[in-house]
């Protein structure tokens, strides 16, 4: 029998390919969870194990299927709140986070560990919702309980205002008055001999939902397809529903902006575009010495110290490439935490000794460290004037390629590093045990927070120090790159 689960059912609404395929190829959608993946999913277990204390007198119920379904009916009796109540309807299944008594009703509490609350919750509520009252569950009210962004941890955390439970009942009901027809539509799409087509060509019915057809593999595209153009949105829709895939393929009749035609161009020559004359007054920000700065931070669903908020960005390691003078070769200098901690102190006293008071500091996308910059100063007054003075240095070297004042087709679109290191200086990332900075968030966390032997943290470290380092390095090489096309 093929049983439509609450997770399946949000995959049916973005994407009927993908459903399909959940059914009828499971193997072509089986892999391993990525280590992103299992740390989002780790962190999500613990806020929901984190919301069961609020109440103290639930039962929790088992994960096996059959049981959980046999104990749930006999767990209602008691009249307390239950984790995890499964029920079945018609090749429905599904489990409430917290089924919480009210008179002669049950509330439904969906527990998620983002901020606020989502279109894709609403739809999460309204199919548990379904399921529940074709058992003859009255169900009351329909709560979302999720992280408040404006808590503040001071000491013990404090569990009522970590969370906020907001009642989304009217939203989810509006939605409940379609759902037995598309549930309806999921069997039938669940039923065909064939997939039907991806999500990308259909109208979702979630908006900023969790599935993406391009990185499922929904559709197989070249390099350099339409969605790499830059602010393609509907326009690449249109292109690929109309049978056009590459950038170089877009008729001369359509209208691209400025940027668009760039790429279309630099795909189609496979020359670089270059601007010389914005390269110039990019460069002529730059003041000696300059620090090529870059951070590393991370951040947990459930703020581990005082001053941060669910999903604070902890800083743990830097590091500074300087350039003194013109023609001078780099210095390199790094930070990386050593204790199990808050690395907060020890990352600020290190940084402010490093950067001087004059000349550029430059990084690449100013937004993430200017705001870490300015956290810091927030959760430590004593070095607002230090961070208020540094913030006036910064330079932003992502600038003037998320401009186009350089671009080269080998990019497909992007102005990230990763991509802008192997179009501009034939260098990339490929070969590092660490080679992007959500792995390395991760893995730090990991040594120093979890327990581990110091052979395996060591190895860590040293993996981190070199991947922070080429970073930094890339910001040189880039720059030097940019100073030789000036001229040339």
């Known amino acids: 029998m093929k049983v439509l689960t609450k997770s399946n059912y949000i995959i049916g609404l973005e994407c009927p390919k993908f459903l399909w395929e959940i059914f009828n190829n499971p193997k072509r959608i089986r892999k391993e969870l990525s280590l992103a993946d299992q740390f ?193 949105g509907k326009l690449s829709c249109e292109l690929l529903d109309g049978g056009i895939e590459a950038i170089k393929d877009i008729p001369d009749e359509v209208e691209l902006n400025i940027k668009q035609s760039i790429q279309k161009e630099c795909e189609i020559t496979k020359k670089s575009y270059i601007n010389k004359e914005e390269i110039k007054m990019f460069l002529e920000q730059l003041k000696y010495p300059i620090y090529y700065l870059d951070f590393e931070t991370f951040r947990t669903a459930i703020p581990m110290f005082d001053g941060l908020k669910p999903y604070s960005q902890v800083p743990f390691q830097f590091s500074i490439h300087i350039i003194k003078e013109k023609g001078t070769e780099p210095e390199h200098h790094a930070f990386l935490y050593k204790g199990d901690k808050d690395p907060r102190k020890d990352f600020t006293f290190a940084l402010k000794n490093l950067l001087g008071e004059n000349g550029t500091v430059l990084v690449y996308n100013q937004t993430f460290e200017v705001g870490r910059l300015k956290e810091l100063a927030e959760n430590m007054p004593s070095y607002k004037k230090w961070v208020d003075s540094t913030l006036n240095r910064v330079v932003d070297l992502l600038v003037p390629f998320r401009e186009f004042s350089y671009y080269n087709s080998i990019q497909q679109g992007s102005a990230s590093i990763k991509k802008v290191l192997p ?66």
């Open 40 to 232: 989002k999913f780790d962190e999500g277990g613990k806020v929901g194990e984190m919301a069961k204390k609020l109440f103290p007198d639930g039962i929790s119920l088992p994960q096996n299927y059959r049981q959980n379904i046999k104990e749930t009916k006999n767990s209602l009796s008691k009249k307390r709140p239950l984790f995890e109540a499964g029920f079945e309807f018609s090749g429905c299944f599904s489990r409430a986070d917290i089924l919480i008594p009210n008179e002669d009703k049950w509330d439904i509490i969906e527990v998620k560990s983002g901020t606020s609350v989502k279109d894709i919750n609403l739809h999460d509520l309204a199919f548990q919702k379904y399921v529940y009252e074709r058992n003859e569950l009255k169900i009351g009210r329909c709560f979302l309980l999720h992280l408040n962004n404006n808590y503040k941890r001071n000491g013990e955390l404090n569990l009522k205002e970590l969370f906020e439970n907001e009642d989304v009942t009217e939203e989810v009901n509006k939605i409940s008055k379609e759902i037995e027809k598309t549930i309806e539509d999921m069997f039938k799409i669940i039923s065909l001999k064939k997939s039907p087509k991806a999500g990308i060509f259909t109208q979702s019915k979630i908006k900023n939902g969790y599935h993406d057809c391009l990185v499922e593999g929904c559709v197989s595209l070249p390099d350099n397809n339409v969605f790499c153009l830059y602010r393609g």
């Open 423 to 488: 179009a501009l200086c034939n260098v990339d990332y490929s070969g590092m045990e660490i080679e992007d900075g959500v792995t390395a968030s991760i893995e730090f966390f990991r040594v120093t927070y979890n327990d581990c032997s110091k052979e395996e943290r060591d190895e860590v470290r040293e993996n981190l120090l070199k991947y922070c380092e080429l970073d930094t390095l890339a910001e040189v090489m880039i720059v030097e790159k940019l100073m030789d096309l000036a001229k040339e």
